[in-house]
């Protein structure tokens, strides 16, 4: 099956500092990938969708200039958390789609817990 | 946009058989669909319903009414490895977006 990894799995930083997430599609090529925020105890919430060779779409409230995408190549989108602060600690989950799957069927990466401290 | 509604908690004993509704509202349709996560992991995918009626996978089903705006995820023969957060999941076109309702917690009793 489709298989995605992130990378780290956790990480710690302190306040004002920057986080890179790396997002990969192991064995299918993703011409889109999504991230996510998840909080302790509540759902999914979309950040953005990274697109291969273009700009990131960022859903609303999310700001661009904070959370930097990347998507430079087919299998790795990277997820920079810029002059990161406490509020920023959540779970950051990615995911991808592979092509001719059924149509709602996303493969997450395992997650990455971001501790700011 | 979508919203999708789920009850927060359900808990049960093994064996047993539990239903998780799923109430939507959107303003356009991709089908629903059903993941699971279990603490600290990644949402798995469960199942998907495009059309009206039951899609049966092993131990889970599923079904969707498009009329009712409603769904519901059925659960049987639970065990003890079925305790884990439960997502009804709408969209997938318009750019694969999909959103996530809020989870229903399930926990599985012996």
């Known amino acids: 099956g489709a298989v995605v990894s992130q990378h780290p799995s956790w990480v710690i930083c302190k306040s004002g500092t920057s986080v890179k997430i790396e997002c990969r599609s192991l064995d299918f090529q993703a011409t889109t990938m999504f991230w996510y925020r998840q909080f302790p105890k509540q759902s999914l919430m979309l950040m953005a969708t990274?697109?291969?060779?273009?700009?990131?779409?960022?859903e609303q409230g999310v700001e661009k200039d904070k959370f930097l995408i990347n998507h430079a190549s087919l299998t790795l989108s990277t997820l920079t958390v810029t002059s990161a602060h406490p509020e920023d600690s959540s779970f950051y989950i990615c995911s991808a789609r592979t092509a001719g799957g059924p149509y709602n069927e996303q493969f997450f990466g395992p997650g990455t817990r971001l501790t700011v401290l | 946009g979508q919203s999708l509604e789920q009850p927060s908690e359900v808990t049960a004993v093994e064996g047993a058989i539990v239903q998780i509704n799923c109430t939507y509202q959107?303003?356009?349709?991709?089908?629903l669909s059903w993941y699971q996560q279990h603490d600290g992991g990644a949402p798995t995918f469960l199942s998907y319903?495009?059309?009206?009626g039951l899609e049966e996978t092993g131990r889970f089903s599923s079904f969707l009414s498009r009329s009712d705006s409603y769904g519901y995820l059925l659960l049987q023969e639970l065990q003890m490895k079925d305790s884990a957060s439960y997502f009804c999941?709408?969209?997938?076109?318009?750019?694969?977006?999909?959103?996530f309702g809020g989870g229903t917690r399930v926990l599985v009793k012996p």
């Open positions: 959107t303003s356009g349709f991709y089908g």
């Open positions: 999941v709408g969209g997938g076109a318009a750019g694969n977006k999909l959103t």
């Open positions: 319903n495009a059309l009206d």
């Open positions: 990274s697109n291969e060779g273009s700009k990131a779409t960022y």
